[in-house]
């Protein structure tokens, strides 16, 4: 066990179980929050039997109130009506900031990794407090009111942490936009957030890139005429278009205001942000999550998943455009009181040795990111895993599911076996992990996330009959029985979606939209959407919206879009499009789709192949049979099963022609 590795049971099923590695224990700077399997047991036991007790404990004792609460939890699954701590009231950013800058002002809160190496710096919490506090006034002086959302297209800046806590220090409500969405996608989010303000910088830098954001923001705003104000915080110094009277300059602004302003005293179920996220229709999703129970569950995990003690220093390589990014490069460190990175960069610039040069030159103890990093760089070599990092305890995998031999590679060649790997599942409707080992307790199987967290009572439901399938070594959808803190409480705008996506699929249940299996041991292992969703390098797209954004072009009577396994990415986007009559299909069309998609929603999108078919497999009622194109692309055409009920048979034949000889 010395090593960590001990092959031990599931002989049947040819899995090794990894124990928490000795070494990670002897480097601890003290001892895991947690004991033992036993006690993780036993608490866990807890927060399902009497959820009042262990969540009314855990409430108080991690997070800091401005009045206390009487009722822990009301509400329930079937209703979707869940709310939590209901008379209490706090502020997230004196959570996250304050209460660390009261004790410890010289600590540090962010470390800066700027795109290019070596021109970051740090800001310490003291530091943080003034820059936050600068920031709300800004705001405020802007007309930024409590309850209103205030939109954010920053890229990886240390003031894309000072914005959001920022806003919700005076009670409003952030809403993130990824930076690498499009001006479309922005403008729609704007648009359905109803925000009446825009953070972002003049340009962004990514991988020795420049990114246009003002520009995209300028484009984005013709449309949202309620937007009254936009803060530019200068990166580059580039030139840019100025709207006077509507664009501020950040640096001018916060030149004007005191250091401090009070934070705004919060219900706990006051709105914290929404967060846009790709569901099985056309239209993104602002997914709205509320004060004290979403940082909860990011404190609580912060603590017992990714075992954070007070010298830490913690790395999320997330964006905070996705949730990744907000509860793990923003919240969960910040509300512990811990130090963040915040990474400007890409994992291959200036080189491949780039997160590992940071990882040994910060002194990380904590790295967390996408299995599609970890693929790139372990094709890329082994020799650019140079540096010691010597003071990782922790290796932490997010948004997808980790193959048996990169999770390996993860282990030995990144963490020298030193360091415990978790595979941590969640979502942004989640908050904060759900099925995850903890860190120095969970023994741990390459390829499964392993054991639900506290609070979690996972289902696996038979898709079928509807019906849960108790026992072990079963296999349906993932399903949650009971309500847990950091859910989240609503779509924006759309109720009656949240119900229906979520509670109203399995009654009494909330519905993941996972495959999952749980083993002879009772360790569930993630499969996959099971709904319309693709996960192209772990970021969630739907095959709808893709969709929606090919029919926008002139030449286009239909389109179908499927995600196929890929190397690299996990999945990848393939578009199958039927173009109207008077059409050249060539080159210049498919590269003209692929540019529609980009700038429809983003390029993180852009199909990696488009065929032009004919027609598309459709039933005789019209619903496109995308089952069938999915098993074309994996060269299964045998195996179509039933194809009676197509509308035109003959097309299976035509479409398998255009996909060989495109290959
Ligand atoms: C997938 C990202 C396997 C899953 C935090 C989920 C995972 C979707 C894992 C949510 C994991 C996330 N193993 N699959 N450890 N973590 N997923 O909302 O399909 O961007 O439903 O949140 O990512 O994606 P989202």
């Known amino acids: ?17 990894f124990h928490p590695p000795q070494k990670m224990l002897d480097k601890h700077p003290s001892k895991p929050h947690i004991g033992s399997v036993e006690e993780y047991q036993q608490m866990y036991k807890e927060s ?6 262990f969540w009314g404990r855990m409430g108080r004792d991690l997070l800091s109130w401005q009045r206390d609460f009487d009722t822990v939890r009301v509400g329930s699954l079937q209703n979707g009506d869940s709310a939590w701590f209901v008379e209490g009231q706090l502020n997230a950013s004196y ?7 009261i004790k410890n002002p010289n600590k540090v809160a962010i470390i800066y990794e700027a795109d290019e190496p070596n021109e970051g710096r740090n800001l310490t919490y003291g530091e943080l407090l003034r820059e936050v506090s600068k920031t709300a006034w800004t705001l405020k002086k802007m007309g930024v009111q409590k309850g ?69 923001v300028d484009e984005a705003l013709r449309q949202c005429p309620d937007v009254a104000h936009v803060l530019v915080y200068k990166r ?18 916060v030149e004007k205001w005191p250091s401090y302003i009070a934070p705004e005293i919060m219900n706990a179920e006051d709105p914290l942000f929404l967060l846009y996220t790709s569901g099985s229709t056309g239209k993104p999703k602002g997914v709205m999550h509320t004060t004290a129970g979403y940082l909860l569950g990011a404190a609580m995990t912060g603590k017992y998943v990714f075992d954070i003690h007070d010298d830490d220093r913690y790395f999320c390589g997330g964006d905070v455009g996705w949730i990744t990014g907000h509860t793990y490069v923003v919240y969960a460190p910040l509300l ?106 969970t023994p741990t199987k390459p390829g499964s996330a392993s054991l639900p967290f506290f609070g979690i009572e996972p289902a696996i439901i038979d898709p079928v009959s509807g019906d849960e399938i108790h026992g072990n070594d079963v296999e349906g959808v993932l399903a949650f029985k009971q309500p847990w803190p950091s859910m989240a409480r609503t779509v924006y705008g759309a109720h009656k979606r949240y119900m229906e996506t979520y509670f109203n699929v399995y009654k009494g249940y909330y519905f993941t939209g996972d495959g999952a299996g749980r083993d002879h041991e009772g360790f569930y292992w993630i499969r996959g959407r099971v709904d319309d969703v693709v996960n ?30 890929d190397e690299l990415t996990g999945q990848a986007v393939n578009a199958f499009v039927a173009i109207k009559d008077g059409n050249d299909v060539n080159d210049a069309l498919r590269k003209d789709l692929i540019l529609q998609v980009r700038k429809s929603i983003g390029p993180f999108a852009a199909p990696k192949a488009v065929y032009i078919v004919p027609d598309l497999p459709k039933t005789r009622s019209g619903k496109i049979m995308r089952r069938i194109l999915r098993k074309i692309l994996a060269g299964e055409e045998d195996q179509l099963g039933d194809v009676t009920t197509l509308s035109d048979p003959t097309v299976v034949e035509k479409i398998n022609r255009v996909v060989h000889d495109a290959r």
């Open 336 to 441: 512990l009181g811990v130090s963040t990175v915040v990474f400007e960069g890409t994992p291959a610039y200036p080189n491949f040795s780039r997160y590992w040069d940071i990882i040994d030159q910060q002194k990380i103890t904590h790295f967390y990111v996408a299995p599609t990093a970890l693929r790139l760089l372990k094709r890329a070599g082994d020799d650019f895993v140079k540096t010691k990092m010597s003071h990782l305890r922790v290796l932490g995998s997010v948004g997808e599911p980790i193959a048996a031999e990169v999770w390996k590679w993860y282990f030995e060649v990144v963490g020298r076996e030193e360091a415990h790997v978790v595979d941590t599942y969640w979502q942004t409707e989640t908050g904060s992990n759900v099925i995850t080992p903890l860190a120095g307790v």
């Open 48 to 53: 399902i039997t009497e959820p009042d007790k």
């Open 236 to 253: 580059t110094g580039a030139d840019i278009p100025w709207t006077a009277g509507r664009d501020y300059w950040w640096h001018e602004e």
């Open 148 to 216: 209103d959302t205030v939109a954010v297209y920053l890229p990886m800046i240390p003031e894309a942490i000072v914005t959001l806590l920022a806003i919700v220090r005076i009670g409003a409500v952030h809403s993130v936009v990824f930076a690498g969405f499009s001006a479309d996608s922005l403008r729609d989010r704007v648009i359905d957030g109803r925000s009446k303000v825009v953070v972002t910088t003049d340009e962004g830098k990514r991988g020795g890139k420049l990114i246009g954001t003002k520009k995209i």
């Open 1 to 17: 066990m010395a090593d960590g590795k001990t092959p031990v049971v599931a002989e049947a099923h040819q899995v090794d179980t």
């Open 536 to 565: 192209v390098s772990g970021h969630r797209l739907s095959t709808a919206e893709i969709e929606a954004a090919l029919i926008e072009h002139h030449a286009v009577a239909e389109a179908a879009v499927v995600g196929v396994s």
């Open 95 to 101: 959570n996250c900031v304050d209460r660390h800058a």
